[in-house]
T-cell receptor
Framework: AQTVTQSQPEMSVQEAETVTLSCTYD???????LFWYKQPPSRQMILVIR??????QNATENRFSVNFQKAAKSFSLKISDSQLGDAAMYFC?????????????FGTGTRLQVTL | DTGVSQDPRHKITKRGQNVTFRCDPI?????LYWYRQTLGQGPEFLTY????????KSRLLSDRFSAERPKGSFSTLEIQRTEQGDSAMYLC?????????????FGPGTRLTVT
């Protein structure tokens, strides 16, 4: 079974600074997707960034980028120029490439605080 | 708004009562998922529909849980004889069945408290 581990329950960053959230996963599959989701307080979860395992290039979405290390099964999220609106729970998630379910397997989350 | 909607947003019930939650997916999405999120945890997969067919159920979905998606549109999740351990946020998500990513769009969730 696939597992996703987020070892940082809480992180804090000052506004305009950079922060990196860690995620490791375990799978026997060679092709899969990895995601970072953001869950603001009392608001719905939204997709921040995604990475296909067969792509070597790290995904980037504006201020958000990932460091994908397939051999190490590591998938960290870097947030640059942090903003107050980035404060939220961040979940790393895994999904198989094949199969009909395409269910997501989530980590336990990292709560990010952004301070002035 | 054309996002995923869930009703009710909050439900407080006494142990032993039955509860039913509703999810309305994005209209053109034919895949619908239910997840459960307990405090301090990430969402855990419960079940999945493609159109009206329930294609996968997690072992987390005990016999007291039943989900339906009649006509492949909205879905309901019913919990019978609720227990305190059922207290959680129940999330619904929908996705298209075409394209590479089948990106899942989440609703705001229904928070269940069993007293």
């Amino acid at each position: 079974a696939q597992t996703v581990t987020q070892s940082q329950p809480e992180m804090s960053v000052q506004e305009a600074e950079t922060v990196t959230l860690s995620c490791t996963y375990d799978t026997s599959e060679s092709d899969y997707y990895l995601f970072w989701y953001k869950q603001p307080p009392s608001r719905q979860m939204i997709l921040v960034i995604r990475q296909e395992a067969y792509k070597q290039q790290n995904a980037t979405e504006n201020r958000f980028s990932v460091n994908f290390q397939k051999a190490a099964k590591s998938f960290s999220l870097k947030i640059s120029d942090s903003q107050l609106g980035d404060a939220a729970m961040y979940f790393c998630a895994y999904r198989m490439l094949t199969g009909t379910a395409s269910k997501l397997t989530f980590g336990t989350g990292t709560r990010l605080q952004v301070t002035l | 708004d054309t996002g995923v909607s869930q009703d009710p947003r909050h439900k407080i019930t006494k142990r032993g009562q039955n509860v039913t939650f509703r999810c309305d997916p994005i209209s053109e999405h034919n895949r619908l998922y239910w997840y459960r999120q307990t405090l301090g945890q990430g969402p855990e997969f419960l079940t999945y529909f493609q159109n009206e067919a329930q294609l996968e159920k997690s072992r987390l979905l005990s016999d007291r849980f039943s989900a339906e998606r009649p006509k492949g549109s909205f879905s309901t999740l019913e919990i019978q004889r609720t227990e305190q351990g059922d207290s959680a946020m129940y999330l619904c998500a929908s996705s298209p069945s075409s394209g590479s990513f089948y990106e899942q769009y989440f609703g705001p969730g229904t928070r269940l408290t069993v007293t």
